[in-house]
């Protein structure tokens, strides 16, 4: 599951209570992304972190899903950082980005592209060229 920084709860806990003022009633999480300018889904998501712990309720209706404010106060047990697990998501992606560039650029610097792409023209030729001597089954029979 995501893990909601401390700033990330209260921010969404303001943007509740911002919203509820303005409209007189429990916003959407369409809505708290709009305000917040946030993708809709990473709302969605960080809303049923905090519903989990009970920071905030999301209440379903027959026509939408409106999120109110729950205990708040458990907003303050949350981490100040994303922590080391991203950082070291963080650095793993850039390994590996690192490894594929180089890979591309040996690619390139050796030919090998250009022999690929040679072969693979060469092998186009020659299955067009079977395709152009073949005569055409005739539909009506007799040839």
Not at 32 to 49: D, K
Not at 86 to 101: C, G, P
Request: no cysteine.
């Amino acid at each position: 599951m995501s893990v909601v920084t401390r700033n990330e709860g209260h921010l969404l806990a303001a943007g509740v209570r911002v919203l509820s003022h303005l409209h007189g009633r429990s916003p959407t999480p369409e809505e708290l992304a709009e305000l917040l300018q946030l993708s809709a889904g990473a709302v969605r998501l960080q809303v049923a972190h905090l519903a989990e712990i009970g920071a905030l309720v999301q209440v379903t209706s027959a026509f939408e899903n409106h999120v109110e404010l729950g205990d708040v106060a458990l907003l303050d047990g949350l981490p100040d950082t994303d922590g080391p697990a991203i950082s070291e998501d963080l650095k793993a992606f850039d390994r590996r980005k690192q490894e594929e560039t180089e890979k591309m650029s040996r690619l390139f610097e050796s030919g090998e592209m250009e022999q690929r792409r040679r072969r693979k023209m060469e092998e186009m030729e020659r299955g067009l060229g079977s395709f152009k001597k073949k005569k055409p089954r005739n539909p009506f029979g007799g040839d």
